[in-house]
């Protein structure tokens, strides 16, 4: 398909606001109505009628894999690798790009550096203990509140995304330019903010926080940084923060477009300081502002979307919203209570079994998706799914780059990169160089008492310019003497003018400094799988190297450098959101929020109790509600929603011994319920199938193979079924060419 067909494979709504010509667009519409790929075809329509230069586009998205979908699909359209060269990602990643260009400007120094959260919550767990032995008012304050590292974080987090900074030798927070905020905090959060950045910044470390308000930083004060920038668009944008609306309406100068698409309904990211607000806000300061609204579900059978619809309608306040469906389907979704939470489980993973083995061809376990309302709630499910033995992926659970070692080996290269205090604390002793946690601890100490750098530290250690005992640790020194050595003979590789690669640097060093044999020995049944990732990680680590935009030529930095750079960069933002892992045959576990923006064939959502969704520590309810609108609207052709009445007595707390009774969820009301199938199990019929097959766009190789052998005697090489019920005649060869489609007569 060329860009021509692709814009024309458009329904008329879609296709006007793709092709809008005004400076200002937001296109409004529900689940599956097409947004997204209305946006891929704008940007199509920009580049070859509106004659745009990929580099005048910016293109956020909400994970980074959604943006490479819309690049892929785009680069498939444009001619010139044009699609390479867009600047797409999320805000996180699109501020990451533009500040390694132009990070000095903003007073970042040469070798700066981005912490995951994990890593923030590490820094201040140290820092909070540091307080802790401490006798000032902070100190005193913080003690009192007895605050966890994550509660901490999650504090300054929320100071930093309503747009506070903490400046150097600032007694006072500040406020971004552009946004009024109560800079008025309290003495202790204030003063935690201002140490904690402290620290980053005497590590030259950046956070996620900081990557947004740092390109604001830019952005506000070198607008010829980004003069170049034509066009935004902006993928979910219901769910922007303040300051990701701030950074867009800098980012749109005079003469820059703006598109954005987004769905009211589908806002479940107020908890992390989204701001519906932002599209009245909108229209209010681009008053030229074009609304376009897209009414045709594409995705979803039309037992779902009622069923979807009776939910979301609940919210009386609501504005009513038209959405056609495209797809009938003659069965409702299913509906199920149980007992208890184990046989929910082994229900869920025996049906997955019974639909793949009844209709082959037609579901593979990679169309299906287990949606929960949190992580916890995956237990059950994996273990039901093991007995099974049935393979899953997760997603937005446990992701790539947060296992442990995968994060070593990045450790291993940041510390190779940058020497950086965390990272060597994460590898000084993995595997066992007898440098455990009360050395570490005095190495700390001496670092701070000589202000100067952890690896300085070690240097001085090394150098014998003092000691940490008395006695002479023999077996010590030469452990730390041959790490040092490998970390400076890593570097000294990375600097030389020979061939160089990321992928054969992290295969030598792991060999050198044994990082198998340890696995190995501390995994010993599961080493062979955590190796597996390590290698995963190699294979991407030259391929993450050479994603990102060049320095200025201002930073004299090797080739290797850069490379190695922007593979750290890279993993720390891609880890942060993505699932890396991309498995057919595997089922997908996924919480609903990682769920957003995306569609499977089959979707099953146990667990609808009360106090688990609506969340119990939730305080908005409606949110809570468009959750379950958003986890609904993911499934194409078949819908299985269950709930529980008893739970195991150990299912939130381990130290309470009573049974909690548990209620179906609110939102699952009578009106609901009689929507959906509750009695006997589905027949998978071939009827039933058909229909199925017809939604998803695919031939299968089951029952309705019946009408195969008349479409083929009507000259197709390979059929495929496309429309419902009652339109099944119609039977496409399988480039889906319009012209070749013919009335296929089928005795059904
Ligand atoms: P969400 O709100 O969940 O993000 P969306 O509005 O972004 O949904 P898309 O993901 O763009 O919707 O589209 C949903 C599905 O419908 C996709 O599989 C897409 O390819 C298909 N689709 C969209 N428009 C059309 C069309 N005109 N013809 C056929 N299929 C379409
Ligand atoms: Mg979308």
Redesign the pocket.
């Known amino acids: 398909m060329d860009a021509k067909q692709y814009l024309a ?3 008329p709504q ?1 296709k006007q606001s793709a092709e809008s010509p005004h400076k200002y667009t937001q296109i409004l ?10 946006l891929a075809a704008r940007v199509v329509h920009l580049l070859n009628v509106e004659q745009f230069h990929p580099n005048d586009i910016v293109i956020a998205t909400f994970t980074n894999k959604a943006a490479n979908e819309i690049k892929q699909r785009i680069g498939k359209l444009v001619k010139d690798n044009h699609a390479n060269s867009l600047v797409s990602g999320t805000f996180h990643s699109i501020a990451f790009h533009y500040l390694l260009r132009h990070g000095k400007k903003v007073g970042l120094p040469k070798n700066w550096t981005v912490i995951d959260r994990t890593e923030a919550t590490n820094i201040m767990k140290q820092l909070l203990e540091r307080l802790r032995k401490a006798k000032n008012p902070t100190a005193d304050g913080i003690r009192g509140q007895e605050l966890t590292p994550n509660v901490a974080l999650s504090r300054v987090s929320r100071m930093k995304s309503s747009g506070l900074i903490a400046k150097p030798h600032c007694e006072q927070l500040s406020c971004l330019p552009g946004l009024t905020v109560n800079t008025n905090q309290s003495f202790q959060s204030t003063e935690l903010y201002k140490l904690y950045q402290a620290v980053l910044r005497k590590n030259g470390y950046v956070d996620f926080d900081d990557l947004l308000i740092l390109f604001i930083q830019l952005v506000h004060d070198h607008t010829y940084c980004i003069d170049n920038i034509k066009h935004i668009l902006v993928d ?1 944008f219901q769910d922007t923060s303040k300051i990701q609306y701030l950074l867009i309406k800098l980012l749109a100068r005079d003469t820059s477009g703006i598109t954005i ?1 987004g ?1 009211p309904d ?1 806002s479940i990211y107020g908890f992390r300081s989204a701001e519906l607000g932002n599209l009245v806000m909108m229209t209010t300061d681009f008053p030229d502002t074009r609304v376009f609204h ?1 009414e045709t579900n ?2 979803s059978a039309d037992s779902i979307l009622e069923t979807a619809m009776a939910i979301i309608n609940q919210d009386k306040a609501r504005p009513q919203k038209t959405l056609r469906t495209s797809h009938r389907l003659s069965i409702k979704p299913y509906f199920k209570e149980f007992d208890s939470n184990d046989q929910e489980s082994a229900w869920v993973a025996c049906e997955i079994k019974r639909m793949v083995k009844s209709c082959p061809g037609l579901f593979s376990y990679s169309d299906i998706a287990i949606l929960v309302r949190s992580s916890s709630l995956t237990r059950a499910i994996e273990h039901a799914l093991a007995e099974q033995g049935i393979a899953y992926k997760m997603v937005g659970v446990h992701k790539f780059f947060d296992r442990e070692e995968v994060r070593d080996v990045v450790a291993y290269a940041r510390v190779v990169a940058f020497r950086d205090e965390q990272a060597l604390m994460r590898i000084i002793n993995v595997p066992s160089r007898n440098i455990g946690k009360v050395k570490v601890e005095r190495i700390l100490q001496e670092t701070e008492r000589r202000h100067t750098s952890m690896w300085n530290t070690l240097c001085l250690l090394n150098n014998g310019s003092f000691s940490l005992s008395q006695r002479v640790d023999k077996q010590f020194q030469r452990e730390l003497g041959k790490f040092m050595h490998v970390i400076n003979t890593t570097e000294a590789s990375c600097d030389s003018s020979a061939p160089f690669s990321i992928s054969s640097m992290l295969e030598i060093l792991l060999r050198k400094v044994k990082y198998y044999e340890y696995l190995k020995k501390k995994h010993p049944s599961t080493y062979e799988e955590k190796w597996e990732n390590v290698m995963e990680l190699i294979r991407q680590s030259d391929v993450l190297g050479e994603q990102g935009v060049l320095f200025d030529d201002e930073d004299d930095i090797s080739e290797n450098r850069l490379a190695l750079h922007r593979f750290l960069a890279n993993a720390a933002i891609v880890g942060s959101t993505d699932n890396n892992e991309e498995t057919r045959h595997q089922v997908t576990i996924s919480t609903l929020h990682a769920a ?2 995306l ?1 499977w064939p089959v979707v099953f959502l146990p667990c609808l109790c009360d106090t688990i969704l609506p969340h119990s520590r939730s305080t908005d309810v409606d949110e809570e509600r468009r959750l379950l609108y958003v986890g609904i ?2 499934a194409q052709a078949m819908l299985y929603m269950s709930s529980f009445r008893g739970m195991q007595s150990n299912f939130f707390s381990v130290s309470s011994s009573e049974t909690t009774h548990m209620k179906r969820s609110r939102f699952l009301s009578d009106i609901v319920v009689d929507k959906t199938l509750t009695s006997a199990d589905i027949v998978f019929s071939e009827t039933l199938a058909l229909e199925i097959g017809a939604i998803l766009g695919r031939a299968n190789s089951g029952p309705v193979q019946n009408i195969m052998p008349q479409a083929l005697e009507n000259g197709f090489r390979s059929a495929k079924v496309i429309g419902s019920k009652d339109i099944l005649r119609f039977v496409t060869c399988k480039s889906l060419d319009e012209e070749n489609t013919k009335n296929v007569s089928s005795d059904k």
Request: no cysteine; net charge positive; proline share 4%.
């Open positions: 494979a458009l329904n879609q519409a529900g689940p599956g109505s097409g947004k997204t790929r209305v979910e698409v769905d589908q897209l594409y995705r957003k923006g569609e609207t993911r």
